[in-house]
């Protein structure tokens, strides 16, 4: 095993280009600047590809530990089989890790090794990330993306044009940290503090994998949106509106505006990150009735036309069984994202 430091883990990820934003260097010093801490690694069988993994570590109480991987392992993983895992679990072992959470990236419907339980895994009835997504295809001329969208979609981007709406790049964290708490009071969901969005954007946006785009009316910022990239993917993963002009539908010409940039940083998907866990059937009868968790922005992302993906595991593999039935006690008493 090769325990790696971050210019290290770097060097390593930059022969995966598609890797999972999750997994990059700066997602973990994001983390680590908030409590959390992170361990890089590599292995793999002798003279085949390594694959690695950024784990990440949450302290508890008597040096006991959590311990996860998000939309991980990066490379040839399931063939680097027990070689892998062994060095996995004696990283989590050294740290006390009550047990190890993956959450691998790819989709449950993909016929790959990676998308199967690996040995020594069990599934987790508990998810970090959202389970279910629409990705939407940035492929074609911006007249192909519009015409793969909903009517009404379309209209309300227009609409935000007609209306004055007009989108920037900014970098005013603070304006967009007082629309998040507006937009998390009013639906009723969690916001990290101003530090963490301004921790996040210091890291992604000096070499082009973020930008926070403001939506504004007259001078008067609307609402905010914060888009990461990586190689052919792109993430939507904070956005924020507040309370004025809503008639004006600046949250609509936002993700517009975020797909183009996406597109012009080579990306060629936009992951709109989050929907309820249902199936699309369930989802569709549903949408127009219910508003609780992630039901209440279904509607307005089912709209730009992406493609549902359901995501392989959570997997479990348990270093503590006591502990962790413990935890799934608690765990199982939490409200439910959606």
Not at 238 to 256: C, F, K, V
Not at 294 to 304: D, N, Q
Request: charged share 25%.
């Amino acid at each position: 095993m090769a325990v790696l430091d971050l210019h290290q883990w770097d060097d390593f990820l930059f022969q995966y280009p598609d890797a999972h934003v999750l997994q990059t260097g700066e997602w973990g010093q994001l983390k680590a600047a908030f409590g959390g801490e992170v361990a890089r690694l590599a292995a793999g069988q002798p003279g085949a590809p390594r694959a690695g993994a950024q784990i990440l570590f949450r302290r508890l109480p008597l040096g006991f530990s959590l311990a996860y991987i998000p939309r991980g392992p990066v490379g040839p993983w399931a063939d680097a089989g027990e070689v892998f895992w062994r060095e996995v679990d004696a990283e989590c072992r050294r740290r006390r890790a009550i047990f190890l959470k993956v959450e691998p990236d790819c989709w449950e419907e993909a016929h790959s090794p990676s998308a199967s339980l690996p040995a020594g895994f069990r599934p987790s009835p508990h998810s970090i990330q959202p389970q279910r997504t629409l990705v939407v295809s940035l492929q074609g001329s911006d007249e192909e993306l519009l015409a793969r969208m909903k009517q009404k979609t379309r209209y309300n981007i227009r609409l935000a044009q007609k209306k004055g709406v007009v989108i920037r790049p900014s970098a005013d964290i603070e304006t967009f940290y007082r629309l998040m708490v507006i937009t998390g009071g009013r639906d009723s969901f969690g916001v990290h503090s101003l530090e963490y969005y301004r921790r996040a954007y210091e890291l992604f946006h000096p070499h082009g994998a973020c930008e926070l785009l403001m939506a504004e009316y007259a001078g008067e910022p609307l609402a905010g949106l914060m888009v990461f990239a990586r190689g052919r993917r792109a993430w939507y993963f904070y956005g924020a509106s507040g309370n004025e002009h809503r008639d004006r539908m600046p949250t609509y010409i936002l993700q517009w505006e975020a797909m183009r940039w996406a597109r012009q940083q080579g990306c060629q998907e936009y992951d709109l990150w989050g929907i309820p866990d249902e199936d699309e059937a369930t989802l569709e009868a549903n949408f127009t009735s219910r508003r609780s968790g992630l039901w209440g922005v279904y509607r307005f992302k089912r709209g730009f036309g992406g493609r549902i993906f359901r995501a392989a595991g959570p997997w479990d593999r348990v270093y503590n069984p006591v502990l962790y039935a413990l935890y799934r006690l608690y765990a199982g008493r939490r409200t439910p994202a959606a």
